[in-house]
């Protein structure tokens, strides 16, 4: 797992994170108010969601269960 936490208690649910996730990884809980890891799995380390939130409420690891594949042609 790449994103491995969002901190609801830190998290204020403006959205950027959802905003600049270019692989859709993350989704808003309008109900509870904050952002929260849909798709954990599809998550290619590009840190946007890091750089970008302006609470630090977003936790990425540098591990990945799965390689990310490259081809070379």
């Known amino acids: ?13 403006c959205g950027t994170c959802v905003a600049t996730c270019p692989t859709d990884v993350i989704r808003m809980n309008e109900a509870a108010g904050h952002a929260v890891i849909a798709y954990p799995e599809d998550c290619q380390i590009c840190n946007m969601c890091v750089n970008y939130c302006p609470v630090n ?4 690891t540098a591990d990945k269960s799965s390689p990310i594949l490259i081809a070379w042609g």
């Open 1 to 13: 797992m790449a994103i491995e936490t969002i901190d609801p208690r830190v998290c204020i649910g």
């Open 57 to 60: 409420a977003i936790t990425v």
